[in-house]
């Protein structure tokens, strides 16, 4: 059984977050330049054996596109371009932001560490496949 691999992507930072090999837990697992996400993903399904992308999509409280949510689209079939035998699911990333922020307070992280976009990119994407482990489970 492979990974899943969760991108909450950005047009500036992309947060990754990844499964244990059992697919149970979402772990935070890197922050890269968006530039580089393709390289990144490419050198970690080389080490990997990855079953499945989840790319958190933007949308509106009402449900709405975002001005993000058409640079997501265009990563995502990139993605699908880049990596055909890897299945790419999308799933509303509405409030994954907040939830990030709330999960290092409740988690004790100093308002330091809380600022640093990179490391609320990360929690978002674990937010986001935390979601998508639940989902599959109804």
């Known amino acids: 059984m492979g ?9 500036k930072r992309v947060g990754l977050a990844t499964t244990d090999a059992l697919q149970l837990i979402a772990s935070p ?3 890269v330049h968006a530039q580089d996400v393709l390289s990144y993903l490419k050198a970690y399904t080389a080490r990997e054996t990855v079953d499945a992308f989840v790319v958190g999509m933007p ?7 975002t ?31 907040s939830m990030a922020k ?13 600022q640093d976009k990179g490391t609320v990119d990360r929690v ?15």
């Open 3 to 11: 990974r899943i691999l969760a991108i909450d992507y950005g047009n």
């Open 29 to 31: 697992l890197e922050t």
């Open 59 to 65: 949308r509106r409280l009402t449900g709405e596109a």
């Open 102 to 114: 709330r999960a290092m307070i409740d988690g004790g992280l100093k308002k330091k560490d809380r």
């Open 124 to 138: 978002s994407a674990a937010i986001i496949l935390q979601s998508y482990l639940e989902s599959r489970l109804i």
């Open 67 to 97: 001005d993000a949510t058409p640079h997501v689209i265009g990563f995502v079939r990139k993605l699908q371009k880049e990596f055909p035998a890897i299945a790419v699911h999308t799933v509303d990333e509405r409030f994954t932001s």
